[in-house]
């Protein structure tokens, strides 16, 4: 069945399914640990729709394909679209928040990267942004002061908090908006703090976005 947005309750959203906005390096301690340096302007790139899929349902991962990863990042959803947007405007076009994963074959992104070549072949293949239900904005208190955390097999890999951002949500949305016209529907992923490491197949995924939603799960092969 094709991927519809929903809410946290698991209700369908009424926006049509758009493209998947991406921040690379967004997090020092994530920078970090990938030996990668900080850039000026934000590392942007997308995912295309066919990427996005329900997180609550198994995570199929492609497993001829190297090491897959995971990169438990805070999920934004537009329901207007937003070119060159003021702070403002981005605050006015978001319907909620929620949490994606930015699944990435990290073997073969460290080939693209050493060959110079664009990461779509690491980042943007089908399935790869596995979505959560959507918390109404109006029902979210500080989009800088949001808690998150990914557990495997009952272990916790990733704790992130958005105030830790280098690029802060609604600048960083405004920012996407000057490169590239947004629109509703579309879902920006804000990036991943440190802890990614390889998925496997029966991998128990335990995803919580603190105070607003929790997602259980688990990995299965392609
Ligand atoms: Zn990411």
């Known amino acids: 069945m094709a991927y519809q947005h929903i809410d946290s309750q698991g209700n369908n959203i009424a926006l049509s399914v758009g493209k998947v906005l991406c921040i690379g390096r967004n ?16 590392l942007l790139f997308m995912k295309p729709k066919a990427a996005l899929c329900h997180m ?21 959803l537009l329901k207007a679209p937003l070119k060159n947007a003021s702070d403002d405007d981005v605050k006015a076009a ?21 060959q110079g070549q664009p990461w779509e072949r690491a980042k ?15 029902k979210v208190n500080n989009l800088d002061d949001l808690r998150f955390t990914l557990a495997i097999n009952g272990k916790i890999r990733q704790t992130g908090h ?32 440190k802890g990614v490491g390889e998925l496997l197949p029966a991998d128990r995924v335990e995803a919580s976005l603190e105070g607003y939603l929790a997602v259980s799960t688990e990995v299965i092969a392609e």
Request: proline residues 7%; contains cysteine; hydrophobic residues 45%.
């Open 162 to 193: 958005t105030e830790l951002m280098l690029h802060k949500v609604i600048p960083l949305i405004a920012h996407m908006s000057s490169q590239f016209s947004l629109d509703s529907g579309d879902v920006i992923l804000t990036g991943t703090p």
């Open 124 to 138: 943007s293949f089908d399935n790869s942004a596995p979505l959560s239900g959507f918390v109404p904005i109006s």
């Open 56 to 76: 609550q349902k198994p995570i199929a991962i492609p497993t001829d394909k190297g090491e897959c990863h995971n990169e438990l990042e805070v999920a934004v």
């Open 94 to 114: 978001i319907w909620g928040v929620g949490l994606g994963l930015d699944l990435t074959l990290r073997e073969v992104q460290a080939e693209l990267k050493a």
């Open 27 to 42: 997090y020092l301690d994530h920078i970090q640990e990938m030996n990668a340096v900080v850039s000026e302007a934000p």
